[in-house]
């Protein structure tokens, strides 16, 4: 199966609150606990919050990593340190934080994982995180309390020659809605932005809380929109200052297929842009690729070219003929192809139902599983349409591109399929969402003339018989489909 690139937040809880309907009273420790907990950036232990334990200086470290959302970035990765007191389950966030400057050690080669943790110490974590530097000067890692005070993560009430876990818990809620340094941009837009938390849990965690106008699309990107919800194009020159920034402009140029946008940032902050342009590749499906130039100064002028796949291409081109968009010979192909599929299969007085069935059908029927792996065709709408063989990502993509141009709601998504890489659909019949995989509903070795339903039309809960996904920021399939 092809390698997607997606983020899988994987995260053991060892203790979890129920998320039933009530409403967290964030004026208690207690209920700012829960909240974090339902974010899954902070957990307990088999005792429960033990929020009055004090923390050692390891628990601490490992608190913060979850905290910030970085915790399955830390387990994956290989991050060195020079500390010889670390115990093992500890040894890769302390990695993790040691090679990203956020934390250093009691001596050259100890780093003091059993010492009770001292609160200078977790703001320091803190602060250093945020993008402060003790070394620059910024503040006094020893005495940083005035500095943790003026950038807004000192909760009002303080006992600083007393940190407990309950403390690192308030310290942490208030760092939430704390802007990064020389930004624009709150620790949770970010965690959102990078799809470490969804709105529905965010909304469960703080009711009324303050707004986020950005979570992460982590099933796979967006559909080419209906007119109604269609974004007015990117503006050319658009200043952005943070990742949830850049992603509302692409997403403006994605829903108008715009190919070549400008924007501008900073020059202190170009460094970072150029990671959230790459993160652009993890958000959105519709996009392949890109290149970019920039022209530097105290503000960087920076323009990026787009590569769309072709199935979305096509679809927008379906969706909007109005807009006479361009294609490729491949893609001018392929939408005459699509067309015809379309008129052959499909009515005007169909149902979306009956429309979804009917274009699941065609690919389960006209299309044999590569087992081979042909190339990087197979991967495309086109190798499916045109050459009648894909794999996972060329059946997600085609049904993605005919729901595109029937304006049914359809998104495609990237996991796992009994452990391996897979992709499949999500699409929405009758105001709900639903799973559908197409790859699975097609038998190997190919059986003429037979299509299955196994995976046509099912909630999450039945496709996680087999099948690994993130969350799916609010497009939950409660139920099967009640034929």
């Known amino acids: 199966m092809k390698k997607f690139i997606s983020f899988i937040l994987a995260i053991t809880i060892i203790f979890s609150v129920s998320t039933g309907a009530f409403a967290y009273d964030i004026n208690s420790t207690k209920g700012r606990a829960d909240s974090l907990n339902i974010l899954s950036l902070f957990n307990g232990t088999e005792k429960g919050y033990e929020l009055s334990k004090a923390p050692t200086r390891a628990e601490s470290l490992v608190m913060l990593i979850r905290f910030l ?41 100890e780093f003091g994982s059993q010492n009770i943790s001292k609160s ?17 000067g910024d503040f006094s890692w020893d005495n940083p309390y005035d500095f943790a005070w003026n950038a807004g993560i000192m909760p009002d009430s303080f006992n600083k020659n007393s940190f407990l876990r309950g403390d690192l818990v308030d310290v942490s809620y208030k760092t939430l809605f704390t802007k990064y340094n020389n930004s624009t941009e709150s620790v949770a837009e970010k965690l959102a932005a990078e799809g470490v938390f969804s709105k529905p849990s965010y909304q469960a965690a703080f009711p009324g809380g303050p707004s986020i106008s950005y979570f992460k699309v982590t099933s796979g990107g967006r559909t080419a929109p209906t007119a109604s919800e269609r974004l007015s194009p990117a503006i050319n020159g658009t200043t952005v200052a943070s990742q949830s920034e850049l992603n509302v402009f692409a997403e403006k140029a994605i829903d108008n297929l715009q190919k070549t946008v400008t924007f501008k940032v900073s020059g202190s902050l170009f460094s970072s842009a150029q990671g959230w342009i790459n993160n652009l590749l993890d958000r959105y499906g519709e996009i392949t690729g890109y290149s970019m130039s920039y022209t530097p100064g105290s503000v960087y002028t920076v323009t990026l070219r787009l ?44 149902t979306d139902y009956q429309k979804v069935k009917a274009i699941h059908d065609y690919l389960v029927l006209n299309t044999k599983y590569d087992t081979a792996i042909n190339g990087d065709v197979t991967y495309t709408a086109y190798g499916t349409i045109i050459n009648k063989t894909s794999v996972c990502d060329g059946y997600a993509k085609s049904f993605e591109m005919f729901m595109d141009a029937l304006g049914i709601p359809c998104w495609r ?27 699975w509903d097609d038998p190997v070795p190919d ?6 339903y ?18 799916y920021a609010g497009r939950t399939a409660s139920e099967n489909y009640a034929k």
Not at 454 to 471: E, M, N, P, Q, W
């Open 69 to 109: 959302g970085k915790e399955n970035q830390a387990q994956s990765g290989s991050y060195n340190h020079p500390f010889k007191d670390v115990p093992a389950w500890a040894d890769k966030y302390v990695g993790y934080a040691y090679q990203n400057g956020i934390t250093g050690g009691v001596s050259a080669t």
């Open 120 to 136: 200078n110490e977790y703001f320091t974590f803190i602060l250093r995180a945020l993008g402060y530097s003790d070394k620059s």
């Open 307 to 350: 590569s769309y796949s072709d199935g979305y291409e096509v679809g927008y081109a379906i969706r909007y003929p109005s807009e006479n968009i361009a294609l490729s010979a491949n893609n001018q192909a392929l939408k005459t192809a699509a067309e015809k599929i379309i008129r052959e299969n499909i009515t005007s007085g169909m």
């Open 413 to 439: 998504v990237t996991g796992k399929g009994n452990g391996g890489n897979h992709a499949w659909n999500k699409v929405m019949v009758g105001g709900k969402y639903y799973n559908v995989d197409v790859t």
């Open 447 to 452: 059986r003429a003339g037979y299509v299955s």
């Open 454 to 471: 196994k995976y046509f039309l099912i909630s999450d809960t039945s496709l996680r018989a087999d099948h690994t996904f993130t969350d």
